[in-house]
T-cell receptor, first 114, second 109 residues
Framework: KAGVTQTPRYLIKTRGQQVTLSCSPISGHRSVSWYQQTPGQGLQFLFEYFSETQRNKGNFPGRFSGRQFSNSRSEMNVSTLELGDSALYLC?????????????FGPGTRLLVL | KNEVEQSPQNLTAQEGEFITINCSYSVGISALHWLQQHPGGGIVSLFMLSSGKKKHGRLIATINIQEKHSSLHITASHPRDSAVYICARGGFGNEKLTFGTGTRLTIIP
């Protein structure tokens, strides 16, 4: 099976712009989670989608949003970018939210906000 | 205080040494995860455990539920084991993953 893919891999934006990142889960996986990783805060949970519904949300401002499509692909959007949004954004997929299943991580999108 | 604490933050060892990385958590868990992150960012899930011990090749993960403590051991360490190792709690059902700050391991040939 193909792994989790994320596009784009690298992105440079300026303050005030908005950005959309995409994640395609492993085939058959219905859950997609998003994480932000920065040197200062480490890895932090953003949100999780399952069957097109947001099931859980981390402590991030409303500028961070996401959605999931019927084919389980997910996008996250960050509006009004701030310098502090520069980070590695990772998504991960798993097959179920009921069973204890391993999450499979994508390679990440590295966002730089200037 | 972070919900998940790891030690040490940095660890340098010679090839062949036995490595131990520790993880303590303050809140009861549904599952404890050990992740490996190589330079470049990609994360691989090594173990998910809620009790006892798991082994995969040279890697062993243990957990003590009563003491809220988990360890990751690497036997016969190799330079390719050099990476950041991250423990995380949760991730079962609706429970979000909460991460430790990571341990940067460097194995010198």
């Amino acid at each position: 099976k193909a792994g989790v893919t994320q596009t784009p891999r690298y992105l440079i934006k300026t303050r005030g712009q908005q950005v959309t990142l995409s994640c395609s889960p492993i085939s058959g996986h219905r859950s997609v989670s998003w994480y932000q990783q920065t040197p200062g805060q480490g890895l932090q949970f953003l949100f999780e989608y399952f069957s097109e519904t947001q099931r859980n949300k981390g402590n991030f401002p409303g500028r961070f949003s996401g959605r999931q499509f019927s084919n389980s692909r997910s996008e996250m959007n960050v509006s009004t970018l701030e310098l502090g949004d520069s980070a590695l954004y990772l998504c991960a997929s798993r097959g179920s939210m009921v069973l204890q299943e391993t999450q499979y991580f994508g390679p990440g999108t590295r966002l730089l906000v200037l | 205080k972070n919900e998940v604490e790891q030690s040490p933050q940095n660890l340098t060892a010679q090839e062949g040494e036995f490595i131990t990385i520790n993880c303590s958590y303050s809140v009861g868990i549904s599952a404890l995860h050990w992740l490996q992150q190589h330079p470049g960012g990609g994360i691989v899930s090594l173990f998910m455990l809620s009790s006892g011990k798991k082994k995969h090749g040279r890697l062993i993960a243990t957990i003590n539920i009563q003491e809220k403590h988990s360890s990751l051991h690497i036997t016969a360490s190799h330079p390719r084991d050099s990476a950041v190792y991250i423990c995380a709690r949760g991730g079962f059902g609706n429970e979000k993953l909460t991460f430790g700050t990571g341990t940067r391991l460097t194995i010198i040939p």
